[in-house]
C-alpha cells in the first residue's frame, strides 16, 4: 500500500460576500510510495498550494480523499488535527518559521516539547540529526545569528526531530542563494537516501531535478509526471524545463 493516496481531490472556495466561487482543485489524484522524493510544480494559480494545504491537514477538501498510512485525514476530528499533523507529518517552510526568541536547539526541540517529551529523549534524538545536517555548533545560537542556509538546515532538523512519516517542503530553496540551495538540496539528497519519504512544491527547475518524480499541476488537475530513472540531474533537469514549457505555453498533455 502507498504512504500517501490523493484520491479525486476536489477543492471550491466560496466568498465570504458572495460572488464566483474558485475551484482551485478539479480533479487531482496521485499516490507515493514510501521512501520516495516527489517535487510538486506548476504555474502560480495552478493548485500546488491548495494541494500542500490539504495534504498538510490545513485545509480540507471540497470532496476527494487523503490517505496517509491508510489514515483519512479529511475524516479526523479538528481536536486531533493538530496532534496527527505534529506526529506524522514534518515541514519546511520557505522562510523557515523560526523563533528569535528561542535558540536554534530549541526550535528544533519544540515539537518534541509540544509532546511532552523529556529532555535526555529529546537531545538523543537531536544529536545525529545535527551531526548529519552540520549543525552541531550552531545549536546555542540564535536563529538572528546564523545564516539564511543555517536557518533552513534547522527548519529541516525540526522537521525531521519527530521521525514523520512525510517530509512536507514549500519553496524550501526559495529563499536561499545558490551556495545554501545546493547544500540543502544535497542534504535533501541524503535524508531520501536514509528512507524518508519527502514532497517538496517548488518553482526551481533545479530543485526539482533533485527528486526522483515530478508532478506538474495545470488549472487544478495533474497535468504531466516524470520520472527520473536512471538519468543524472542534469539531463532530468532539461526533461523538466522541456515539459514546463509545454505547460506553460498551453501544449497538451506528452
Excluded: C, W
Amino acid at each position: 500500500m502507498s504512504l500517501l493516496e490523493v484520491s479525486h481531490l476536489r477543492k471550491v472556495y466560496t466568498p465570504r460576500f458572495g460572488g464566483q466561487k474558485v475551484e482551485a482543485l478539479k480533479d487531482v489524484s496521485f499516490s507515493v510510495e514510501e521512501g520516495e522524493f516527489v517535487a510538486v510544480m506548476g504555474e502560480s494559480g495552478s493548485g500546488k498550494t491548495t494541494l500542500l494545504n490539504i495534504l498538510a491537514a490545513l485545509d480540507r477538501p471540497t470532496s476527494g480523499r487523503v490517505l496517509l498510512s491508510g489514515e483519512d485525514l479529511s475524516a479526523l476530528p479538528e481536536s486531533k488535527m493538530a496532534a496527527f499533523r505534529r506526529d506524522n507529518l514534518g515541514f519546511v517552510f520557505q522562510e523557515f518559521n523560526l523563533l528569535d526568541t528561542f535558540t536554534v536547539e530549541d526550535n528544533i526541540f519544540l515539537p518534541l516539547v509540544l509532546a511532552a517529551k523529556k529532555y535526555d529523549e529529546m537531545r538523543l534524538r537531536l544529536e545525529p540529526i545535527a551531526r548529519t545536517l552540520g549543525i552541531t555548533e550552531l545549536l546555542k545560537k540564535y536563529p538572528y545569528e546564523i545564516s539564511g542556509g543555517q536557518k533552513q538546515k534547522a527548519a529541516v532538523a525540526r522537521a525531521l526531530i519527530t521521525s514523520p512519516k512525510l517530509i512536507l517542503a514549500d519553496e524550501p530553496t526559495g529563499a536561499l542563494d545558490s551556495r545554501s540551495t545546493d547544500e540543502l538540496l544535497a542534504l535533501f539528497g541524503t535524508i531520501h537516501r536514509e528512507g524518508h519519504t519527502l514532497l517538496m512544491v517548488t518553482h526551481s527547475v533545479k530543485a526539482a531535478s533533485h527528486a526522483g518524480r515530478v508532478l506538474f499541476i495545470r488549472d487544478g488537475e495533474v497535468f504531466h509526471q516524470l520520472y527520473r530513472g536512471d538519468a543524472p540531474n542534469e539531463a532530468f533537469y532539461q526533461r523538466i524545463a522541456d515539459t514546463l514549457t509545454i505547460l506553460v505555453t498551453g501544449g497538451e498533455r506528452q
